[in-house]
Antibody, heavy 122, light 108 residues
Framework: EVQLVESGGGLVKPGGSLRLSCAAS????????MNWVRQAPGKGLEWVSS????????YYADSVKGRFTISRDNAKNSLYLQMNSLRAEDTAVYYC???????????????WGQGTMVTVSS | DIQMTQSPSSVSASVGDRVTITCRAS??????LAWYQQKPGKAPKLLIY???SLQSGVPSRFSGSGSGTDFTLTISSLQPEDFATYYC??????????FGGGTKVEIK
Protein backbone atom coordinates (compact mmCIF):
# COMPACT_ATOMS: atom_id res chain seq x y z
CA GLU A 1 0.00 0.00 0.00
CA VAL A 2 1.25 3.44 -0.91
CA GLN A 3 1.50 5.38 2.32
CA LEU A 4 2.94 8.45 4.00
CA VAL A 5 3.09 8.68 7.79
CA GLU A 6 4.07 11.90 9.54
CA SER A 7 5.43 12.18 13.06
CA GLY A 8 7.15 14.69 15.29
CA GLY A 9 4.40 17.18 15.95
CA GLY A 10 3.60 18.55 19.38
CA LEU A 11 3.44 21.57 21.62
CA VAL A 12 6.39 23.96 21.51
CA LYS A 13 7.01 27.44 22.90
CA PRO A 14 7.46 30.44 20.63
CA GLY A 15 11.04 30.57 19.44
CA GLY A 16 11.45 26.84 19.84
CA SER A 17 12.26 24.12 17.33
CA LEU A 18 10.66 20.95 16.09
CA ARG A 19 11.57 18.35 13.48
CA LEU A 20 8.85 16.64 11.52
CA SER A 21 9.37 13.33 9.75
CA CYS A 22 7.43 11.62 7.00
CA ALA A 23 7.97 7.91 6.39
CA ALA A 24 7.10 6.69 2.91
CA SER A 25 6.24 3.14 1.89
CA UNK A 26 4.78 1.25 -1.04
CA UNK A 27 6.46 3.26 -3.80
CA UNK A 28 9.91 4.24 -5.07
CA UNK A 29 10.43 7.25 -2.82
CA UNK A 30 13.61 8.37 -4.58
CA UNK A 31 11.70 8.97 -7.84
CA UNK A 32 9.30 11.61 -6.55
CA UNK A 33 9.40 15.22 -5.52
CA MET A 34 7.95 15.68 -2.04
CA ASN A 35 6.20 18.51 -0.30
CA TRP A 36 4.97 19.90 3.00
CA VAL A 37 1.56 21.58 3.17
CA ARG A 38 0.00 22.99 6.33
CA GLN A 39 -3.46 23.92 7.51
CA ALA A 40 -4.07 26.22 10.44
CA PRO A 41 -7.12 25.35 12.58
CA GLY A 42 -10.28 26.17 10.67
CA LYS A 43 -8.33 27.63 7.74
CA GLY A 44 -7.38 26.63 4.22
CA LEU A 45 -4.36 24.88 2.80
CA GLU A 46 -0.95 26.56 2.61
CA TRP A 47 2.00 25.17 0.70
CA VAL A 48 5.15 25.26 2.85
CA SER A 49 8.06 23.65 0.98
CA SER A 50 9.07 21.31 -1.83
CA UNK A 51 12.12 19.19 -2.55
CA UNK A 52 12.99 17.42 -5.78
CA UNK A 53 13.72 13.71 -5.94
CA UNK A 54 17.50 14.13 -5.66
CA UNK A 55 17.33 17.20 -3.39
CA UNK A 56 18.70 19.34 -6.22
CA UNK A 57 15.80 21.78 -6.08
CA UNK A 58 14.35 23.13 -2.86
CA TYR A 59 11.68 25.79 -2.49
CA TYR A 60 10.03 27.53 0.45
CA ALA A 61 7.07 29.77 1.07
CA ASP A 62 8.11 33.27 2.07
CA SER A 63 6.38 32.76 5.43
CA VAL A 64 8.89 30.07 6.45
CA LYS A 65 11.99 30.95 4.46
CA GLY A 66 15.07 31.19 6.67
CA ARG A 67 13.34 29.36 9.53
CA PHE A 68 12.35 25.99 8.06
CA THR A 69 14.57 23.47 6.28
CA ILE A 70 13.28 20.62 4.15
CA SER A 71 15.41 17.55 3.55
CA ARG A 72 15.10 13.92 2.57
CA ASP A 73 16.95 10.65 2.97
CA ASN A 74 16.19 8.42 0.01
CA ALA A 75 17.98 5.48 1.62
CA LYS A 76 15.57 5.70 4.53
CA ASN A 77 12.50 6.61 2.44
CA SER A 78 12.01 9.63 4.64
CA LEU A 79 11.20 13.32 4.33
CA TYR A 80 11.93 15.88 7.02
CA LEU A 81 11.02 19.42 7.99
CA GLN A 82 13.25 21.16 10.51
CA MET A 83 11.32 24.07 11.99
CA ASN A 84 13.20 26.73 13.95
CA SER A 85 12.19 30.07 15.46
CA LEU A 86 8.60 28.89 15.62
CA ARG A 87 5.81 31.44 15.90
CA ALA A 88 2.19 31.22 16.98
CA GLU A 89 1.16 31.57 13.35
CA ASP A 90 2.98 28.32 12.53
CA THR A 91 0.34 26.44 14.50
CA ALA A 92 -1.21 24.02 12.05
CA VAL A 93 -1.61 20.45 10.90
CA TYR A 94 1.39 19.65 8.73
CA TYR A 95 0.93 17.22 5.86
CA CYS A 96 3.59 15.62 3.72
CA UNK A 97 2.46 15.01 0.16
CA UNK A 98 3.85 13.26 -2.89
CA UNK A 99 3.99 14.91 -6.29
CA UNK A 100 1.83 13.15 -8.84
CA UNK A 101 4.59 12.68 -11.40
CA UNK A 102 7.54 10.37 -11.10
CA UNK A 103 10.84 11.79 -12.27
CA UNK A 104 9.71 15.38 -12.36
CA UNK A 105 7.12 17.73 -10.90
CA UNK A 106 3.51 18.10 -11.89
CA UNK A 107 2.68 20.37 -9.01
CA UNK A 108 -0.30 18.22 -8.02
CA UNK A 109 -0.21 16.05 -4.94
CA UNK A 110 -1.68 12.57 -5.17
CA UNK A 111 -0.64 10.92 -1.91
CA TRP A 112 -0.99 12.66 1.46
CA GLY A 113 -0.12 11.64 4.99
CA GLN A 114 -2.62 11.85 7.82
CA GLY A 115 -1.00 15.00 9.16
CA THR A 116 0.76 15.92 12.39
CA MET A 117 -0.34 18.79 14.61
CA VAL A 118 2.12 21.49 15.59
CA THR A 119 1.03 23.91 18.30
CA VAL A 120 3.17 26.92 19.11
CA SER A 121 2.10 28.43 22.41
CA SER A 122 3.56 29.60 25.68
CA ASP B 1 2.52 35.59 -6.46
CA ILE B 2 -0.53 34.19 -8.21
CA GLN B 3 -3.74 34.53 -6.21
CA MET B 4 -6.45 31.90 -6.56
CA THR B 5 -10.02 33.01 -5.89
CA GLN B 6 -12.76 30.43 -5.46
CA SER B 7 -16.47 31.07 -5.64
CA PRO B 8 -18.76 30.56 -3.98
CA SER B 9 -17.18 30.13 -0.56
CA SER B 10 -20.03 27.82 0.34
CA VAL B 11 -22.95 26.23 -1.44
CA SER B 12 -25.99 24.36 -0.17
CA ALA B 13 -27.18 21.59 -2.41
CA SER B 14 -29.26 18.43 -2.38
CA VAL B 15 -28.35 14.90 -3.35
CA GLY B 16 -28.65 14.61 -7.12
CA ASP B 17 -27.97 18.29 -7.77
CA ARG B 18 -25.40 19.53 -10.25
CA VAL B 19 -22.80 21.64 -8.47
CA THR B 20 -20.28 23.97 -10.10
CA ILE B 21 -17.37 25.61 -8.32
CA THR B 22 -15.30 28.33 -9.95
CA CYS B 23 -11.63 29.15 -9.48
CA ARG B 24 -10.01 32.25 -10.95
CA ALA B 25 -6.27 32.87 -11.14
CA SER B 26 -4.88 36.41 -10.86
CA UNK B 27 -2.82 35.71 -13.99
CA UNK B 28 -2.72 33.01 -16.62
CA UNK B 29 -1.65 29.57 -15.46
CA UNK B 30 -2.25 27.59 -18.66
CA UNK B 31 -3.69 24.27 -17.43
CA UNK B 32 -1.58 23.96 -14.30
CA LEU B 33 -4.53 23.55 -11.99
CA ALA B 34 -5.57 20.83 -9.57
CA TRP B 35 -8.70 20.27 -7.49
CA TYR B 36 -8.84 18.58 -4.09
CA GLN B 37 -11.61 17.36 -1.82
CA GLN B 38 -11.18 17.51 1.93
CA LYS B 39 -13.46 16.07 4.59
CA PRO B 40 -13.28 17.17 8.24
CA GLY B 41 -10.26 15.76 10.05
CA LYS B 42 -8.91 14.14 6.90
CA ALA B 43 -6.13 14.88 4.44
CA PRO B 44 -7.03 16.39 1.08
CA LYS B 45 -7.70 14.04 -1.81
CA LEU B 46 -6.65 14.80 -5.39
CA LEU B 47 -9.63 14.82 -7.77
CA ILE B 48 -8.45 16.59 -10.92
CA TYR B 49 -5.03 17.56 -12.25
CA UNK B 50 -3.95 19.48 -15.34
CA UNK B 51 -7.31 21.27 -15.15
CA UNK B 52 -9.34 18.42 -16.64
CA SER B 53 -7.61 15.07 -16.03
CA LEU B 54 -9.49 12.81 -13.66
CA GLN B 55 -7.27 11.22 -11.02
CA SER B 56 -7.36 7.44 -10.93
CA GLY B 57 -10.16 6.08 -8.79
CA VAL B 58 -12.17 9.29 -8.71
CA PRO B 59 -15.82 8.89 -9.82
CA SER B 60 -16.68 10.21 -13.27
CA ARG B 61 -19.32 12.55 -11.84
CA PHE B 62 -16.39 14.87 -11.09
CA SER B 63 -15.05 16.89 -14.00
CA GLY B 64 -12.82 19.89 -14.47
CA SER B 65 -12.52 22.43 -17.24
CA GLY B 66 -10.84 25.70 -18.12
CA SER B 67 -7.46 27.14 -18.98
CA GLY B 68 -5.70 30.45 -18.56
CA THR B 69 -7.38 32.19 -15.66
CA ASP B 70 -10.85 30.63 -15.31
CA PHE B 71 -11.55 27.10 -14.18
CA THR B 72 -14.51 25.06 -12.99
CA LEU B 73 -15.07 21.91 -11.02
CA THR B 74 -18.41 20.25 -11.69
CA ILE B 75 -20.11 17.49 -9.75
CA SER B 76 -22.77 16.21 -12.13
CA SER B 77 -24.99 14.50 -9.56
CA LEU B 78 -24.12 15.20 -5.95
CA GLN B 79 -23.83 12.14 -3.73
CA PRO B 80 -23.94 12.01 0.10
CA GLU B 81 -20.20 11.34 0.26
CA ASP B 82 -19.45 14.49 -1.75
CA PHE B 83 -20.30 16.89 1.06
CA ALA B 84 -16.88 18.33 1.81
CA THR B 85 -14.65 21.32 1.18
CA TYR B 86 -13.05 21.70 -2.25
CA TYR B 87 -9.81 23.53 -3.03
CA CYS B 88 -8.19 24.57 -6.26
CA UNK B 89 -4.42 24.90 -6.53
CA UNK B 90 -2.12 26.34 -9.17
CA UNK B 91 1.34 25.05 -10.08
CA UNK B 92 2.22 27.25 -13.05
CA UNK B 93 4.19 29.91 -11.22
CA UNK B 94 6.14 28.06 -8.58
CA UNK B 95 7.21 28.97 -6.02
CA UNK B 96 4.96 29.66 -4.42
CA UNK B 97 2.39 27.07 -5.18
CA UNK B 98 -0.95 28.56 -4.13
CA PHE B 99 -4.36 27.25 -3.11
CA GLY B 100 -7.76 28.84 -3.36
CA GLY B 101 -9.64 29.67 -0.19
CA GLY B 102 -11.95 26.66 -0.44
CA THR B 103 -15.60 26.01 -1.18
CA LYS B 104 -17.69 24.16 1.37
CA VAL B 105 -20.45 22.02 -0.13
CA GLU B 106 -23.18 21.60 2.45
CA ILE B 107 -26.41 19.65 2.65
CA LYS B 108 -29.50 21.67 1.79
Amino acid sequence: EVQLVESGGGLVKPGGSLRLSCAASGFTFSSYSMNWVRQAPGKGLEWVSSISSSSSYIYYADSVKGRFTISRDNAKNSLYLQMNSLRAEDTAVYYCARDLCSGGSCGAFDIWGQGTMVTVSS
Amino acid sequence: DIQMTQSPSSVSASVGDRVTITCRASQGISSWLAWYQQKPGKAPKLLIYAASSLQSGVPSRFSGSGSGTDFTLTISSLQPEDFATYYCQQANSFPPLTFGGGTKVEIK
